[in-house]
């Protein structure tokens, strides 16, 4: 029974985001039958999709259809759609399942303000939700500072990583220095022949 707890959890919120979206469901009910393993590192959560599109708990004995491995450092990556991290998610099983889900996973959208707002009011709802953007900006713009800052440091004031424009200029060096042993070898090859 415990290990059911979060294949319930899980089914209980795809089939709110679903229910908000009929042509989810409507997507979903033609691999009625099928199920589907999602692995979030060491917990293994088994979901079955029914006829009406919805999704329940598999059974023990469900055999898996799809096996989707997802690592528990992904998550924040994926609730913040980020495309690069859909191409870290590993699956392995029927390939029209897998297309269909991770289709389903970019595409449908949390409307939280909306679930908020039946429990706060819709003026907490707003603000709370308003709050949350404002912080994963805030997060978003100061992890791009830092990473500009650090790409500075380092190339300018404690120069572990040459920049474009030293590199650049340390090509164009060493080819006026090939340059100029190329003319001095000629030169000393001349003087050569005419002693």
Do not use: C
């Not at 996973?105 to 429990?119: F, G, I, M």
């Not at 164009?172 to 190329?182: F, K, S």
């Amino acid at each position: 029974m415990i290990a059911q707890a979060p294949a319930s959890l899980a089914a209980g919120a795809i089939n709110r985001l679903t229910g908000a979206t009929p042509l989810a469901r409507q997507r979903l009910a033609r691999f009625a039958g099928k199920t589907a393993v999602f692995r979030v590192g060491p917990l293994p959560v088994s979901l079955t999709v029914q006829t009406t599109g919805e999704v329940l708990p598999a059974m023990d004995q469900a055999a898996a259809d799809l096996e989707v491995r997802i690592s528990p450092f992904l998550l924040p990556r994926l609730a913040a759609h980020d495309e690069a991290a859909y191409r870290d998610v590993e699956t392995t099983g029927d390939v029209e399942f897998a297309g269909e889900v991770a289709f389903l996973a970019k595409h449908l959208r949390w409307d939280a303000e909306e679930d908020l707002s039946k429990v706060v009011g819709d003026a907490a709802a707003n603000r709370l939700v308003g709050a949350a953007r404002g912080a994963a900006a805030w997060g978003r713009d100061a992890s791009g500072r830092l990473a500009a800052g650090a790409a500075e440091y380092f190339t300018e004031e404690d120069p572990l990583i040459a920049s474009r424009v030293k590199v650049e200029g340390f090509v164009a060096g060493v080819t006026e220095l090939r340059d100029a042993v190329e003319r001095l070898d000629k030169r000393i090859e001349r003087l050569e022949k005419a002693s």
